[in-house]
């Protein structure tokens, strides 16, 4: 989830590209955090921290705040937006998410209809067992904690899942409020699947076996064919993005 509203380059895509990146240059000494509307604000040299569509960027929790600010604290003689994978996080929250819940949470949803661990391989049967041994207890976790009963392929063909499993998908992120409900789809959407979604938001999963479950077909390319650094760059990009949002959700979590 882009938090680029300003139809000028993002920073961040040209960095994940390897194109030259301008980056600003810092302009102020401390990052500090204050109360601000019932939640928390950054503020840079005591002005408030806004999001690049120029809303105040308030924070839920003092430890989001708290975890934002350092991300501005720590920065160098120049902002380098790939550093601060929070701060990207909440803006998109405050610019994109707040307001449009119910699309976001429809977004999420359509994954139950393509999602990664519903559509095995036929072959060979070292990648079958493989995609059976990670992925066959996450969906019969779902199954038994949400009553999403998603049916199971063999191949690239769809696979049409019944409305009671979409519904069961609706039902347990109707509950998700704006922080944690960004965090769910930028999770769900670098996973490809929202059962390996839900079973890290719940502590099922830790965010390590998740992404290995994610990335089960890629690691067992690799194990034959090998790779190469770019592929290996842009992996752990990505796998740093999707940390960020679990950690986000968590942040969420803590009410200090």
């Given at each position: 989830m882009s938090d680029n509203t300003s139809g000028k380059p993002d920073p961040v895509e040209l960095?994940?590209?390897g194109q030259v990146r301008?980056?600003?240059?810092?302009f102020y000494r401390e990052a500090t955090v204050a109360p601000r509307g019932g939640g928390y604000a950054v503020h840079l040299d005591g002005r408030p921290l806004r999001t690049p569509g120029k809303l105040v960027l308030v924070l839920p929790t003092s430890a989001m705040a708290e975890a934002i600010a350092e991300e501005w604290?720590?920065?160098g003689e120049h902002i380098d937006p790939l550093t601060m994978p929070l701060t990207r996080l909440a803006n998109s929250v405050r610019d994109q998410v707040e307001g449009r819940e119910e699309a976001v949470r429809a977004d999420i949803v359509k994954y139950a209809g393509s999602d990664l661990l519903c559509y095995r391989a036929d072959g060979p049967a070292g990648l079958v067992d493989a995609q059976a041994a990670a992925w066959d207890p996450v969906l019969s976790w779902l199954r038994e904690a949400h009553g999403a009963d998603l049916a199971v392929c063999a191949g690239l063909m769809p696979v049409d899942q019944s409305a009671a499993s979409r519904a069961a998908i609706e039902r347990a992120v109707a509950p998700l409020e704006p922080f944690r409900l960004a965090s769910a789809?930028?999770?769900?959407t670098l996973l490809g699947s929202v059962a390996l979604m839900l079973a890290t938001l719940s502590g099922r999963l830790t965010p390590d076996?998740?992404?290995?479950a994610a990335h089960v077909d890629e690691s067992w390319q690799i194990a034959q064919w090998g790779t190469d650094a770019e592929a290996a760059r842009r992996h752990e990009n990505r796998k740093s993005e999707f940390l960020a949002a679990v950690r986000l959700s968590r942040l969420r979590d803590d009410a200090s």
């Open positions: 960095a994940r590209t301008q980056l600003p240059k810092r604290a720590t920065q789809h930028v999770m769900t076996d998740a992404w290995r």
